[in-house]
């Protein structure tokens, strides 16, 4: 779904992105709510209430989600689709360095290569383009800190999103209210069609969001660094062949370190997934091994107690009887 998302923003032009941002906020909570009362989830909002802790680190992550969307919408719509899609191909590289640095998650050598590479990417590419490509690391940063955040927060997707549409709704609402008032607001000037495609860009964050926030507290966060490059590949396709956007050599030597690095992830995750799959194997082969060694030894010892009882009340051969008199 991310990966489509530079199709749609363009549709909402004449809009400018801090309003189509604000209409995302707005949006994103009246689909999230409705999604909570068809599902009657509401129990978690006096619990999360009661955690300051909580609270603090949900507007954070509103912060720096709405920092993220602001950015991509804006760097979609004035043309720099392939810079956007390598920001979010740097993304699950800089993931895992989070994962490394603050959650204390240990890398193999083939994880360590693969952000090293990552590193020259971005130097070579800096080099191209007279300076370091800010939109795509903004959009790395700030994403990667998202997830970390909601890693840390541990609810539920649609109640985490729940949550931080709720931190952003106010100032977005405000902000679109003064925009109608100064007579600059495009919803409701530009006819019935752009309205609905603004409306409904609730749904087109609330979705993806939703996935990506039930995934966070699930898996470990450089898997899901990992499996985040899908999306920069359709956005990267779309740039070069709907948007027609330049790719000079220092860009293509750029993006192409940035693949050998996610190559090289991929490998290893592989590698590493049937490694996990057949140690485990072998560990349940030991178990059930071991389990049936102890029903049989189990088995033996009833018998031998069954057969005990019939043994003592048994006569005693002729012999037997007459040395037992003597």
């Given amino acids: 779904m991310w990966g489509l998302v530079p199709l749609y923003w363009p549709l909402l032009e004449p809009a400018g992105a801090m309003e189509i941002l604000a209409h995302r906020m707005v949006w994103s909570l009246a689909f999230v709510a409705i999604g909570l009362l068809v599902l009657r989830r509401w129990g978690w909002i006096p619990e999360l209430i009661r955690q300051p802790r909580k609270l603090g680190l949900i507007a954070v992550a509103a912060l720096t989600i709405s920092l993220n969307w602001g950015f991509y ?10 810079e956007a899609s390598l920001g979010y191909f740097i993304n699950p590289l800089v993931t895992i360095a989070m994962g490394v ?3 204390k998650e240990r890398l193999r050598p083939a994880q360590w290569t693969a952000v090293f590479i990552a590193l020259a990417a971005v130097l070579v590419l800096a080099i191209g383009y007279g300076q370091p490509p800010w939109i795509s ?12 955040v909601k890693k840390k927060i541990n609810l539920g997707g649609l109640e985490s999103l729940a949550a931080e549409t709720a931190v952003l709704f106010l100032p977005a609402f405000g902000y679109l209210v003064w925009l109608g008032a100064s007579g600059s607001a495009t919803f409701g000037s530009e006819g019935t069609g752009q309205m609905a495609l603004l409306a409904a860009t609730g749904v087109v964050t609330a979705l993806p969001l939703v996935c990506f926030g039930a995934a966070a507290i699930r898996v470990p966060l450089s898997t899901l660094g990992l499996l985040q490059y899908l999306a920069p590949v359709f956005q990267f396709v779309l740039g070069i062949t709907y948007f027609h956007e330049a790719m000079p050599p220092e860009r293509w030597a750029g993006f192409s370190l940035v693949w050998l690095a996610l190559a090289i992830l991929t490998w290893d995750a592989l590698r590493n997934a049937r490694r996990t799959r057949a140690e485990a194997m072998r560990l349940t082969a030991e178990a059930e091994a071991e389990a049936e060694a102890e029903a049989e030894a189990a088995a033996e010892a009833a018998a031998v107690e069954a057969t005990a009882p019939a043994q003592a009340g048994a006569p005693i051969p002729v012999a037997e009887e007459k040395t037992a008199g003597r």
Avoid: K
């Fill in 73 to 82: 919408i804006w760097a979609v719509n004035t043309g720099h689709v392939v």
């Fill in 137 to 148: 690391l903004v959009l790395a940063f700030s994403f990667a800190t998202y997830g970390l």
């Fill in 101 to 103: 640095l603050l959650l």
